[in-house]
């Protein structure tokens, strides 16, 4: 930020609301977020919990800004600092990055602008701040121990800031997102003890939260723990019958020109569900660590630059993705905890507009991941971990109550439910007493000898003299066809809840037959009820999709086929274009779609808008004054 911008008041102190104000366009801050810039902007360590999308970012960008000096911002994700310095250049803020992707005479330029304290954000890989090289640097910054007065202030914008640690929870070794290099960042409080230090993250594991404040040596910060709730996001899970229709048929009804992220298990699924798509017109793309490093950026380039891509892609993708406007998640196999789920979903509606979480879940699934675990070389110890971790999980699929309300009791926060964004909540589920079924089911597996799965244990109970039943003599025992009132699809879903709630499990040696856990003994003897959710039936769903269908679903972000709406978006691409960043980084949807809903007919009315700062305004706003004025005549 230019010190003649700020001055706007004189000599006047400036505070961190007309940084939010005129910097960022924002008219108040959110959460924690105040509270957060005070304790550093006079100087003290925090720990900050919050969630993705929680805005985060301002917490250390604002007292870098207020503070003499450069904040040093640590991140692991290389890929993305160009976007992030990108989008904070737009805003008038003066940063730059150093990673290896930059050359040398390129990082030569930027050690020169942060030695004459030109940079008000610098953003760091950490294998590069760890360097002598650039430790010595630092310290050639740090020499003067006297305070300066902020560029913001109007003085000499010199010395360390403050450091920024950013993504903290790659401390964690459990955590999949692990770096050593974070281990070694404890140095920074060593040689620049006077500097405060701000670790962010969006983990919310206490454990992870302990192994974060020892790594670190953030014993002294004040912590700073938000709600991890994510009102915005929808959250649903819905039952395998045929995937990939399922998928398409959500896509179709909900997200026609939506950019959004389809998760798989596999990178041969990636590739084959990507392809899929694409035959069937979506601009789907696919990404996996086993795709050369020029396609993964060059497909990651394409979903943050371009509107309306769907990723396909394995959990190799995400990490601090920030593009704000991905309206869904759909995860095509389970993800392997609730943490994995929340960190995943939780890239959806990152703007505060409504988004999807979708989940497609089956007894294959939980076999699967069953197997996966017990089939890995982890130590018996790490396994146990692995699924307790995966049956917080099913429990929570198959849960009948507010999903919202059952994602955050895992985390250790109260909600009080009835959130009116989840499938729980918007269409109830019955649960049924199935007692009487759990035992027919129990005693099929059973007497089958306990090496069969789902299918066939089905088609005893319901009498089906396939091939197969005759082959193994199944017609002949006592449980074939006790079980005809319920349909196929209803005894495949108890099975289901049987093997999630663990009274069964699949058998790897027997191709996976479902064996009697020590669990299912009391139900067999009487000595225990069942009750299971009713899963939807496929004709009742198949109603309620034409319902949908017919009610002419707005797609819930945007404004359809507006044609000021299409004409602000191409006015945006074109800017965005222009300058080679990703649209977002001109205007968010959510300030688009005010200015589509408030038509400013002058600046001033546009600089209302949120997300609208000073220099966004100038330099956008007449382009955007002449499409909402030509749309205004049209009318
Ligand atoms: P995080 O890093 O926590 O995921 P970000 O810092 O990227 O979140 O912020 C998420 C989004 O919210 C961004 O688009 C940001 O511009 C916006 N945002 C942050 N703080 C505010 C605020 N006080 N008012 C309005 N929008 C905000
Ligand atoms: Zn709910």
Not at 32 to 53: C, F, R, S
Not at 97 to 121: C, P
């Amino acid at each position: 930020m230019t010190a003649s911008k700020l001055q706007t008041a004189g000599a006047a102190e400036i505070t961190p609301i007309q940084i939010l104000n005129n910097v960022f366009g924002y008219a108040s801050f959110r959460g924690e977020q105040q509270a957060i810039v005070e304790h550093v902007v006079v100087g003290g360590d925090a720990l900050v919990l919050m969630p993705t999308g929680g805005g985060k970012s301002l917490c250390y960008q604002i007292p870098a800004m207020l503070r003499p000096g450069t904040g040093i911002v640590v991140s692991p994700l290389i890929a993305l600092m160009q976007d992030q310095v990108d989008a904070l250049i737009q805003l008038g803020v003066k940063a730059a990055f150093l990673n290896s992707s930059i050359g040398a005479d390129a990082a030569r330029e930027v050690q020169g602008r942060l030695l004459r304290g030109e940079l008000d954000l610098l953003y760091v890989a950490p294998e590069r701040l760890l360097t002598d090289s650039f430790l010595s640097l630092l310290e050639r910054l740090n020499v003067s121990p006297s305070p300066q007065p902020s560029p913001a202030r109007g003085g000499v914008n010199y010395g360390i800031a403050l450091f920024a640690i950013d993504e903290a929870h790659c401390v964690s070794q459990w955590g999949h997102d692990f770096r050593k290099e974070y281990r070694e960042l404890t140095i920074l409080h060593e040689r620049f003890p006077g500097v405060p230090r701000i670790a962010l993250t969006a983990t919310a594991d206490t454990p992870t939260r302990g192994e974060i404040v020892e790594r670190l040596a953030l014993e002294q910060a004040r912590q700073f723990v938000s709600s991890f709730d994510r009102a915005n996001i929808r959250y649903r899970v819905t039952q395998k019958i045929n995937t990939r229709n399922q998928l398409q048929e959500f896509l179709e009804v909900e997200h026609k020109d939506d950019s959004g992220i389809v998760y798989c298990l596999s990178r041969k699924k990636v590739e084959e569900t990507a392809a899929w798509l694409k035959e069937r017109g979506w601009d789907a793309l696919p990404y996996h660590a086993g795709l050369d490093a020029a396609t993964r950026s060059a497909n990651q380039s394409r979903f943050l630059r371009e509107e309306g891509v769907v990723m396909v892609a394995t959990v190799a993708f995400g990490m601090g993705i920030d593009k704000p406007n991905v309206r869904f998640v759909a995860h095509l196999d389970l993800p392997k905890s609730m943490e994995g789920y929340y960190q995943e979903t939780g890239r959806a509606g990152r703007d505060g507009l409504p988004a999807n979480a979708w989940l497609a879940y089956g007894l294959g699934d939980v076999v699967q991941m069953r197997q996966m675990i017990d089939g890995g070389d982890a130590p018996e110890e790490r396994k146990r971990l692995e699924r307790q971790k995966l049956d917080a999980l099913l429990g929570y699929c198959e849960s009948t109550a507010c999903r919202h309300q059952t994602v955050l009791r895992y985390f250790g926060e109260e909600h009080p439910g009835n959130c009116g964004a989840c499938d729980n909540c918007l269409e109830p589920v019955d649960t049924w007493n199935a007692t009487e079924a759990a035992r027919m089911a129990l005693s099929c597996a059973y007497r089958t000898g306990q090496r069969f799965g789902a299918g066939h244990l089905s088609d005893v109970l319901i009498g089906k003299a396939t091939g197969r039943v005759e082959k193994f003599n199944h017609h002949a025992l006592s449980t074939f066809g006790i079980g005809k009132e319920l349909s196929a699809t209803q005894w495949s879903s108890v099975y289901r809840q049987l093997v999630a709630g663990g009274l069964l499990e699949a058998d790897i040696e027997a191709y996976g037959g479902l064996k009697l856990t020590p669990a299912a003994r009391p139900v067999l003897r009487g000595e225990q009820e069942v009750w299971l959710r009713r899963d939807a039936d496929p004709a009742k769903r198949k109603a309620q999709r034409a319902e949908r269908l017919s009610k002419s679903h707005e797609p819930f972000a945007g404004a359809g086929e507006d044609r000021l709406w299409l004409a602000l978006k191409a006015k945006r691409m074109e800017l965005a274009r222009e300058q080679g960043v990703p649209p977002y980084v001109i205007f968010h949807d959510s300030a688009l779609l005010e200015i589509l809903n408030r038509r400013p007919g002058n600046l001033a009315e546009l600089g209302e808008i949120s997300g609208v700062g000073q220099a966004k305004l100038a330099k956008y706003g007449e382009a955007f004054l002449k499409v909402v004025g030509a749309g205004e005549s049209r009318r």
